[in-house]
Structure formats: C-alpha cells, structure tokens
Nanobody, 122 residues
Framework: QVQLVESGGGLVQAGGSLRLSCEASGRTGGRYHTGWFRQAPGKEREAVAAITWRNNNKYYTDSVKGRFTISRDDAKNTVYLQMNNLKPEDTAVYYC???????????????WGQGTQVTVSS
C-alpha cells in the first residue's frame, strides 16, 4: 500500500502562484508514476499533469502548459506541482495519485490522496 498526502492548497488571487506537494509513504519503493488531477464542482475529474517514475516523461493538459510544472524528489518521496499565473478556472480540489501505469485516466491510478482545495479569486 502507498499513502499519499497533499498539501499546499489555498486561496490566491488571479496571477498568483501556489506549490502543491504530494508526499508518499508506505511501499514507496515501487515503480509508480504520479499524476495530479483536479475536480471542480459539477465537473469530471481531469488529469492536470503527470510524471513517470523515471522522471523521463511528463504530461500536461493543454490549459496549464507553460504555467504549471510537475517535478519529483525521490529522496523525499514527494512530487510537486508548481502553479504559476493562476486563473479562476483553475479553482478545484487537486488530488495526487500514483500507479504502475503511464496513463492520464483516473481509473488507471491505484492510490489517491485526500485532495487539497485551490481557490483562485478574480
């Protein structure tokens, strides 16, 4: 089992920045890819960014390209999502997830954190 805990969410004005962290514990020695997902009220959960366990490939959804950066620090068992130039439409609960499959579909991820709220005011 892998446990994931997100942190770093909050309220920020449009144009501001936040850095989300996803710390893993438990069986962290596995080859898990990690994704950041978000879900706004009334909308489906969508993949925002993902990173391979080897740190040799990254994915970003089009709406965040050039603004968000995903990275990982394996020494700290932590994956980060740096979010710059935030927009009101980025408002959502952000979740990190880990799994053995390189995929952007939420159902392909085995482990999930509890989520952290990001609110961007205009």
């Amino acid at each position: 089992q892998v446990q994931l805990v997100e942190s770093g969410g909050g309220l920020v004005q449009a144009g501001g920045s936040l850095r989300l962290s996803c710390e893993a514990s438990g069986r962290t020695g596995g080859r898990y890819h990690t994704g950041w997902f978000r879900q706004a009220p009334g909308k489906e959960r969508e993949a925002v960014a993902a990173i391979t366990w080897r740190n040799n490939n990254k994915y970003y959804t089009d709406s965040v390209k050039g603004r968000f950066t995903i990275s990982r620090d394996d020494a700290k068992n932590t994956v980060y999502l740096q979010m710059n130039n935030l927009k009101p439409e980025d408002t959502a609960v952000y979740y990190c997830a880990a799994g053995p499959n390189w995929d952007i579909r939420p159902e392909r991820y085995a482990y999930w954190g509890q989520g952290t709220q990001v609110t961007v005011s205009s």
